[in-house]
């Protein structure tokens, strides 16, 4: 073994894993194990794919991916807590032919932006939300979110969610579902090869369905956040299968 | 000579945003200013410009919208009175943050809170001394005129994309809400996608041309000597601003022993308190600022060398008296008068207080 | 020439319009013109008025306490508005519904019988326009054709098959208009 040498294994017909392009050299802010990293690469991979970076402006949310705006070689706003779904509302109407997407956490999207992300439904933009939800405020340091499980212990929440005073997870994936304005809502994971392939197909669907002026495109992410958690990534992941899919369940939940 | 039309203040602000060439307006309705987006839906704009009207679900989702838009290089604009613009803030701070241009029309009515519907001055601390956190400008002018309703328009984005800053145009009630004779200008053309790219592309969102590093709007710097070098930069624009945009508009001010000092609907009543103390033999003049931020301050200084007294006149307790008193600097007495919450002082009024708290005071 | 009016009198009246037809009026023959109308719970209580200034010249406050006409068209309105007209200016006044007449020496005053005379035309909503036309016969500020040409512009298309019953209201209050008191 001793003998090999690194340039002998570095050559191309080597090469099975390589950054996505779309991908800037930034380091990537994120905690080892969290999923907020494959989330980012799926979209960059869609985007990629479809051929459409130059047509594509992506507004940034507050929380963990406040910074994605640094990782994603497109264009990108970032927006005040929750305004997301308006800034690309903004955005949409004066550039209908763009692509444009929200990537938001569950503080920003599902508490205090939570009348933004339902109009901008309701009013059915022809734009993309991506809804990363890890039931925790990752980024101030592991509070409280609107999704985070009853019982469910976080730094505001030290004892255990109670339902009776903080009232319940609020399901919004399956609210916004309802509205006639959105075309397709899926939820999913990106914790094991089979669930990233299936996000990216949703995300993909998400984006094409801008095509079509259908309406809104939601694609909910549950992830783990082992940091805010307090598990190791591999526990999180597990705590994840056992814990948040039986409350948000996975899979596509409408389309039009 | 353009055409002539009989519009209230709201319908010729919204008829030049039309024939601007704007390309959205997002706003949400609140009294005394519905008939911006009441106008604009009834014209049709999608129709004669391609111009996007939106009502949103509130003025924190209107200004957001504004937020979008203007990051990408488009002329975008809003509308709201008092209440709504406090709600508005938020998304004001980071756009000063961020540094993109756009327009907001505030109709001001009486406050705090719900207030009510009649004009008033109240809101200068707010559109001057900045309303929203950090260390901010924005320019602000104040109409005095319906026709002023129509032309700031022009002038307000042609400032807005020369420094890339908000510029708002601060109106109240009652020059929303009154008509008068307004020679209405040409129709301009919309930027196409494609000016938009060569003019902006250094900074706006328009998609990343293929060449080019991506574009980001952001107000956020985490790392504070950056932060700290970034304000510098906006306090040297702030600066520049300060130095070249200054606008003001005077009235029989060479002669005058006393000066009244007031901006918008105020400056109105006060150019008949001016003839009215004239035909009593006394020498008042007026200065209307026009733009409130920046303040015409070094031209008021110049007046304090020789004038005896200055009264500022405002729909308010009593706010931009502060600005005029900066001016002065101690050299001449400065009083405020002005009725408020809602309530119009009339020009007998003006004069009264002039007579008492700076003539006789 | 600068002429500060304010009108008065039931919202229904007419008392906007008639105003905004005066201003449109003048701004044909290219004077400048201010139209300010009290509004908001005022207006919901049942009283309308509007301030209306005509002028050769840029007008200064469209908010006034003294005026050179009031043109008074209900009793609160009088109540009101009969102290506001500067001294030897004109009070002009339709007296129905009016329990206490105006009582004012200094100033001169004019009946017109603009109700009566509109329900006597059949057309109960050309009301404002006998009034205007009354007020034209003692100022004649503004030509009849402008007042045509302004009724054309801020009258909608639709409406414009009314023009001439308006023009016959007009003509019928500069006949009908009387002198009550002469300064």
Redesign the interface.
């Known amino acids: 073994m001793a003998d090999i040498k690194i340039e002998d294994i570095i050559k191309s017909e080597n090469l099975v894993f390589k950054k996505t392009k779309l991908f800037t050299d930034k380091p990537l802010s994120y905690c080892p194990g969290c999923g907020h990293g494959v989330a980012h690469r799926l979209i960059l991979e869609v985007i990629e794919e479809m051929g459409i970076e130059s047509e594509t402006i992506g507004v940034a949310p507050v929380g963990c991916s406040v910074l994605a705006y640094e990782f994603m070689n497109i264009d990108m706003a970032q927006a005040p807590h929750g305004r997301a779904p308006a800034m690309a509302t903004g955005i949409k109407r004066v550039y209908p032919e763009k692509y444009v997407f929200t990537y938001q956490g569950d503080g920003d999207l599902a508490a205090i932006g939570t009348s933004e992300t339902i109009h901008a439904c309701n009013r059915g933009d022809n734009m993309t939300i991506i809804f990363i939800n890890n039931g925790i405020y990752g980024m101030t340091g592991g509070q409280m979110a609107p999704t985070t499980l009853e019982g469910m212990v976080s730094s505001t929440t030290p004892f255990g969610r109670d339902i009776e005073l903080m009232g319940h997870p609020i399901k919004m994936t399956e609210l916004v579902a309802q509205l006639p304005g959105t075309c397709y809502v899926a939820r999913h994971a990106v914790h094991t090869p089979a669930a990233v392939r299936k996000a990216k197909k949703a995300i993909r669907k998400a984006f094409e369905k801008q095509k079509e002026k259908k309406g809104l495109s939601f694609v909910e992410i549950v992830s783990n956040c082992n940091s805010g958690w307090k598990m190791t990534p591999v526990d999180s992941n597990k705590w994840m299968e056992e814990h948040m899919f039986p409350y948000y369940p996975l899979g596509e939940i409408k389309e039009i | 000579m353009g055409e002539?039309?009989?519009m209230k203040g709201n319908e010729a602000i919204a008829e030049a945003f039309i024939r601007e060439g704007v390309?959205?307006y997002?706003g949400y309705p609140i009294t005394?200013q519905s008939e911006v987006m009441e106008y604009l839906t009834a014209e049709r704009p999608e129709k004669r410009t391609g111009m996007?009207v939106?009502q949103?679900?509130?003025e924190?989702?209107?200004i957001?919208?504004?937020?979008?838009?203007?990051?990408?290089g488009?002329k975008?604009v809003t509308s709201s009175s008092s209440p709504g613009i406090s709600l508005m803030q938020?998304?004001i701070s980071?756009i000063a943050g961020?540094e993109v241009p756009c327009v907001l029309l505030n109709v001001v009515r009486g406050g705090p809170g719900l207030g009510?519907?009649?004009p008033a001055q109240s809101d200068y601390f707010q559109s001057v001394k900045g309303g929203g956190h950090g260390d901010y400008r924005q320019i602000v002018l104040a109409p005095s005129s319906v026709q002023d309703m129509y032309d700031h328009v022009a002038l307000a984005f042609e400032l807005a994309f020369k420094y890339r800053i908000l510029v708002l145009i601060q109106s109240d009630?009652?020059i929303g809400?009154?008509?008068?004779?307004v020679e209405i200008g040409e129709q301009k053309k919309r930027l196409s996608?494609k000016e938009i790219k060569e003019k902006y592309d250094s900074w706006a969102?328009?998609?990343?041309?293929?060449g080019r590093e991506?574009?980001?709007?952001?107000?956020?710097e985490l790392d504070q000597a950056k932060q700290e070098q970034f304000n510098i930069h906006l306090q040297n624009k702030y600066a520049e601003i300060a130095e070249k945009e200054v606008l003001y508009e005077e009235m029989e001010v060479e002669d005058a022993d006393y000066i009244l000092v007031a901006y918008g609907?105020s400056s109105?009543?006060?150019?008949?308190?001016?003839?009215l103390a004239r035909e009593k033999g006394l020498k008042v003049g007026l200065l209307r600022p026009i733009t409130l931020w920046p303040f015409p301050e070094k031209r008021i200084a110049e007046l304090a060398k020789r004038v005896k007294g200055m009264l500022s006149v405002e729909m308010s307790a009593g706010q931009m008296v502060e600005d005029v008193k900066l001016a002065v600097n101690g050299k001449i007495k400065v009083e405020h008068f002005g009725r408020y919450g809602g309530m119009?002082?009339?020009?007998?009024e003006v004069l009264e207080a002039l007579e008492t708290k700076i003539i006789g005071g | 020439m600068t002429e500060e009016i304010i009108i008065a009198g039931f919202g229904g009246q007419g008392v906007l319009s008639l105003g905004k037809i005066l201003a449109y009026s003048a701004i044909m023959q290219n004077q400048e013109v201010s139209w300010m109308p009290s509004y908001g719970p005022e207006m919901r209580g049942g009283t309308a008025n509007v301030t209306v200034i005509l002028s050769d010249e840029r007008i200064s406050s469209p908010v006034l306490r003294k005026f050179d006409t009031a043109i008074i068209l209900n009793q609160q309105s009088m109540d009101k508005f009969e102290e506001a007209v500067k001294p030897g200016g004109l009070l002009l006044y339709d007296n129905n519904g009016i329990i206490h007449p105006p009582t004012r020496k200094d100033i001169n005053i004019y009946l017109v019988e603009a109700a009566k005379e509109a329900a006597k035309m059949g057309s109960a909503k050309t009301f404002n326009m006998v009034v205007l036309g009354a007020y034209l016969k003692i100022k004649p500020l503004v030509e009849l054709g402008n007042v045509i040409k302004g009724l054309k512009k801020s009258l909608p298309e639709r409406h414009h098959k009314l023009i001439p019953m308006n023009e016959k209201a007009i003509l019928q209050g500069m006949e009908i208009v009387k002198e009550e008191h002469l300064v």
């Open positions: 002539l039309r009989l390309d959205a997002y005394p996007v939106l949103a679900e509130s924190l989702a209107a957001n919208m504004v937020y979008g838009a203007a990051c990408t488009k975008v938020e998304g980071y961020s009510d519907i009649q009630g009652l809400q009154m008509m008068e004779k996608d969102l328009t998609g990343r041309t293929p991506h574009n980001i709007v952001t107000s956020l609907s109105r009543i006060c150019r008949k308190t001016v003839n119009i002082h009339t020009p007998e």
